[in-house]
């Protein structure tokens, strides 16, 4: 089966492979060389410094990484603004919520850009210090949020700026430095090529001085996860296969050339579904200049019923995504993420338009503009 939703991923065999290591206790010296080369190799994914900043693991999917950044780096007074402009950014406040964080959301339409007149408002009224919480890559839609203006609006406030890049890291550009991140919150299972189970926080080293104490969390306390493998240990028991599997990910994520290359290479594999799903009149549900290159929406035509096209896909073994939410019925999701080749995506195409030239033949299900014709 070939997975084209936005995680887990398909996995390469050395991926696969590594699953299956050895038995492994998380208190013996070699735990301590994996965990410690694993967390060097995320913060080398964008060659950051090891004196400024500091990657935390994780046992958990990507929502527990976005959950430990929010709870544990928000200062016990300060408020948190959310921004809003699909299921993730609103997922963020419902977290804050549950934490009992100060938190005011700055709503968007999901098919919105981010409001920055709106996120300036609302950091105007904001009580210091200031956190601003953010979607990098929106996976409702596919959009890229534009996070070097964020940046500058959180600049102009002294707001921190906490990033959720669980479908970005590793597939779009990320510049911590120039854009003002202060933390990013990812996972192994999305650009990265892991299996599920790990995940991770990006931070700048500094950031846990003013963390909350007592903490608004147990297992997702950032800063006991901090004194654990900063001293190379861990706080509870990991998912050591997944940390194999993310240690063999990141190592074939280099072979290849990084994350520039893992970009252009989605970018290629994207454009390819784009164009051959407008030969099946299918088209981007946004301006393509706009989205990642890691996934795209597409918008179903009148008479194109979702749940056809998946079945019809699954049972030529593929997997594609439904819209979330309010877009359930108006969009689906392809995600090239993963160890997809071209030719998988040639046969994506053929069985897309095998599907779509099957209905037009069925008659009963032809599009609407179609039938009024007859
Ligand atoms: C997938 C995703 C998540 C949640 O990740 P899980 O691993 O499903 O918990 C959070 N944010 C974004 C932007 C995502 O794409």
């Not at 890691?294 to 995504?321: E, P």
Request: proline share 5%; hydrophobic share 45%.
């Amino acid at each position: 089966m070939i997975l084209l939703n936005p995680g887990p991923v398909t996995l390469s065999e050395r991926v696969r492979t590594a699953l299956a290591g050895p038995d492994l206790c998380h208190r013996e010296p070699e735990y301590a060389e994996l965990q410690t080369r694993v967390r060097a190799g995320l913060s080398a994914v964008y060659a950051l410094d090891a004196t400024e900043w500091t990657s935390l693991l994780l046992t958990g999917s990507g929502t527990a990484a976005v959950e430990a950044m929010l709870a544990s780096l928000v200062p016990a007074d300060g408020r948190l603004v959310t921004v809003e402009n699909g299921v993730y950014g609103e997922r963020m406040t419902r977290m804050a919520r549950a934490h009992g964080i100060d938190v005011v959301a700055v709503p968007h339409a999901w098919d919105a850009a981010i409001d920055l007149d709106a996120l300036d408002t609302a950091l105007a009224g904001a009580p210091r210090p200031a956190s601003v919480a953010v979607v990098h890559h929106e996976t409702t839609t596919g959009r890229r949020n534009d996070l070097a203006a964020v940046g500058a609006v959180c600049r102009r406030h002294g707001a921190r700026l906490l990033v959720d890049a669980v479908s970005s890291f590793a597939g779009e550009p990320l510049e911590f430095e120039a854009w003002g991140v202060h933390a990013c919150a990812a996972t192994a299972n999305k650009c990265l090529h892991g299996a599920p189970g790990m995940a991770f926080v990006i931070l700048r080293r500094g950031l846990l001085a003013d963390a909350p104490t007592p903490g608004r969390t147990l297992y997702l306390d950032l800063a006991g996860h901090a004194r654990a493998q900063e001293t190379e240990s861990t706080a509870f028991t990991p998912a050591v296969p997944a940390l194999y599997a993310l240690d063999a990910a990141l190592a074939e994520l280099s072979e290849q050339g990084g994350w520039p290359a893992r970009h252009a290479r989605y970018a290629a594999l994207a454009e390819r579904v784009r164009v051959g799903l407008a030969r099946a009149g299918i088209r981007p549900y946004l301006d393509p200049g706009v989205c990642s290159v890691v996934l795209r929406s597409y918008a179903l035509q009148s008479g194109q019923d979702y749940a056809r096209l998946h079945d019809g896909l699954k049972a030529r073994g593929f997997i594609v995504y439904a819209g979330q939410g309010e877009l359930a019925d108006t969009l689906f999701r392809v995600s090239t993420m993963g160890a997809i080749t071209d030719a998988d995506v040639t046969a994506l195409i053929d069985a897309v338009h095998d599907i779509a030239g099957a209905r037009a033949d069925g008659g009963s299900a032809a599009p609407a503009s179609d039938r009024g014709a007859t």
